[in-house]
């Protein structure tokens, strides 16, 4: 048969004769022409790649919110007034979906080579005290959930001997007596007592109101402590006294921001974040602990009630119960722990003398006394 160089070079005269369309590798294109086309064609892809609404859930509003978030810490630095617009605008902010994602981001496993770098990294920006830790290898930790939830060394902690001790590392928004349905959050910023603990399925007593009903003896009254625990804190938190939970409820609410800044600025915001409440008794009467969930928080985990799933799909109003039984908790045990830092609010019926060892703005360990304790309260 024919040789192929000379059918390939017959080509160009064959082809305007037979009307024969060579194959793509033997068509001539100007040079010029295929940069302009490869130009024209990369303009095109990367307006749909950043202008379709994939791009602009996955990336504009995640970069918008982080620049958002970063500019109310600056204003926090010169005292700048926020308006009520901002906060509004601040709470349409889909912070259940990115907190989603970056729980899933952190549950990743990675390589041994970069743990130390990404994780020495955020110990230095967080002042992580790795000399408490049960391993303060690095490399051990495979994911930074893993490290977040890092556990404490034996020791670490001392557990008091009074009635009630703190449940977590952090620092204490406020704490004292909380007499009326309006307790404080920070000073002078309050919320709902029945909006955060919800309809009270719990007890048999009927008060004249929401308050009274709460209380087993009417010479009482509540206390509360709000603790918010920083990126950088020990993120496991503790039952602070023996006492049995027998009531869990489950606000799936937004994921905004609980630091002190925005506590100062949002009324009620611990009404409208998602929360754990376990309620209960112990030795004085009402008794019950709330975790709150914050921006980033992939989940709370609970360890004595695995049916509880947070910062999942679905309407962020709805409300979930679970009766517990009789679950026995003794002071000091582990409870549960956040992927990221938020807050425990503790809400408890104690005698009207009861009074905290600490004032708002002090930092609190596992295990610190809450109250400086006389015999009779130990006993």
């Known amino acids: 048969m024919f040789p192929r160089t000379l059918i390939r070079s017959s080509l160009p005269v064959i082809n305007p004769m037979l009307k024969i369309r060579p194959h793509c590798p033997f068509r001539k294109t100007p040079s010029i022409q295929v940069?302009?086309?490869t130009k024209t064609g990369n303009a095109s892809?990367?307006?749909?790649?950043?202008?379709?609404?994939?791009?602009?859930?996955?990336?504009?509003?995640?970069?918008?919110?982080?620049?958002?978030?970063?500019?109310?810490?600056?204003?926090?630095?010169i005292n700048y007034e926020v308006s009520k617009v901002e906060i509004r605008f601040y709470e349409m902010f889909p912070f259940r979906?990115?907190?989603?994602?970056?729980?899933?981001?952190?549950?990743c496993e990675l390589p041994t080579s970069l743990r130390s770098l990404i994780y020495g990294t955020y110990v230095k920006m967080f002042n992580v005290n790795l000399s408490e830790a049960a391993i303060p290898d690095l490399s051990y930790y495979k994911s930074l959930s893993a490290f977040f939830t890092r556990a404490l060394r034996d020791g670490a902690?001392?557990?008091?001997?009074?009635?009630?001790?703190?449940?977590?590392?952090?620092?204490?928004?406020?704490?004292?007596?909380?007499?009326t349905d309006k307790i404080e959050q920070v000073k002078g910023v309050t919320y709902s007592l029945e909006e955060f603990l919800g309809d009270n399925k719990w007890s048999k007593n009927k008060g004249e109101n929401y308050y009274d009903s709460l209380l087993t003896n009417k010479k009482n009254i509540l206390h509360q402590c709000i603790i918010y625990l920083a990126p950088g804190d020990y993120h496991r938190f503790h039952s602070p006294c023996d006492w049995t939970s027998t009531f869990r409820r489950h606000f799936a609410g937004k994921l905004l921001s609980v630091n002190p800044w925005m506590a100062r600025l949002i009324p009620g915001l611990f009404t409208m974040n998602e929360r754990a409440v376990y309620v209960g008794e112990w030795k004085h009467g009402f008794f019950s602990l709330t975790a709150v969930g914050a921006t980033n928080v992939g989940s709370i985990e609970i360890y004595k009630d695995p049916k509880l799933q947070t910062n999942t799909k679905g309407q962020h109003n709805r409300i979930e119960e679970y009766e517990m039984g009789q679950v026995k908790l003794k002071k000091g045990e582990l409870f549960g722990q956040f992927n990221m830092g938020s807050t425990i609010i503790l809400l408890f019926e104690a005698p009207k003398d009861f009074k905290f060892g600490f004032a708002s703005g002090d930092r609190v360990q596992v295990g610190q006394a809450l109250t400086t304790v006389t015999k009779e309260q130990a006993r």
């Open 157 to 179: 902690r001392y557990i008091s001997p009074a009635v009630c001790v703190s449940p977590c590392d952090g620092v204490v928004l406020n704490c004292g007596p909380a007499d």
């Open 35 to 37: 940069h302009s086309k």
């Open 97 to 107: 979906i990115t907190s989603r994602w970056w729980g899933r981001l952190a549950a």
């Open 45 to 77: 892809f990367e307006k749909t790649k950043w202008m379709n609404l994939r791009a602009i859930i996955t990336r504009w509003v995640p970069l918008g919110s982080a620049m958002y978030i970063g500019w109310c810490y600056i204003r926090a630095s």
